[in-house]
Structure formats: C-alpha cells, structure tokens
C-alpha cells in the first residue's frame, strides 16, 4: 500500500481515508491520523464508552471525531454525520 496520501480535510475525505486504513484495528487508525496532522483526545464525561478526537490537518481544516465499528463518525455542534458508504 502507498504511504501517500494528501490529507486536506478529514471530514470530506472521511471515506476514501477508510478505505486507505481498511482492515487495520482503531489504534492503528489513530496513529496513522497522528501522522498527518495534529490528533487531540477530547475529554468527555463518558470516557469508558468511546474515544473522542479533534484532528487538525496540516492545512487547519477541523473534524471532531469517533470511530464506531471502525468507521468514522463526525461530531458538529448539533449533529453527527458518517461518510455515505459505497452503496449510498
């Protein structure tokens, strides 16, 4: 697998960075993540349930988010979104 990759923006690049880490536990999705800009754990008051992050890319586009059965779910102020998978 090619390790290059451009990195703009999380949010809208969501499922094509899914299909870049796929198969790799969420530990491994994180450090990759780390890798290109800058990962923040955000402290919320239900640690035990999920891990929240802030990614900054390197060119300062934001995403807040988690990651549920290895896919990415994005948090706004009053929504969350996933990318649309294949079929949508």
Same mark, same amino acid.
């Given at each position: 697998?090619?390790?290059?990759?451009?990195?703009?923006?999380?949010?809208?690049?969501? $499922? +094509?960075?899914?299909? #870049?880490?796929?198969? /790799?536990?969420?530990?491994?999705?994180? =450090?990759?993540?780390?890798? !290109?800009? *800058?990962?923040?754990?955000?402290?919320?008051?239900? $640690? +035990?349930?999920?891990? #929240?992050?802030?990614? /900054?890319?390197?060119?300062?586009?934001? =995403?807040?988010?988690?990651? !549920?059965? *290895?896919?990415?779910?994005?948090?706004?102020?009053?929504?969350?979104?996933?990318?649309?998978?294949?079929?949508?």
């Amino acid at each position: 697998m090619s390790t290059a990759f451009a990195l703009i923006d999380l949010f809208s690049q969501g $499922r +094509a960075v899914e299909r #870049v880490l796929a198969g /790799r536990r969420d530990e491994d999705k994180v =450090a990759w993540l780390a890798q !290109r800009g *800058s990962l923040v754990p955000i402290e919320t008051n239900d $640690r +035990a349930t999920v891990a #929240v992050y802030r990614f /900054r890319s390197t060119v300062g586009l934001e =995403a807040v988010f988690f990651l !549920r059965q *290895s896919r990415f779910v994005f948090m706004g102020d009053h929504c969350i979104a996933a990318p649309p998978s294949d079929s949508d």
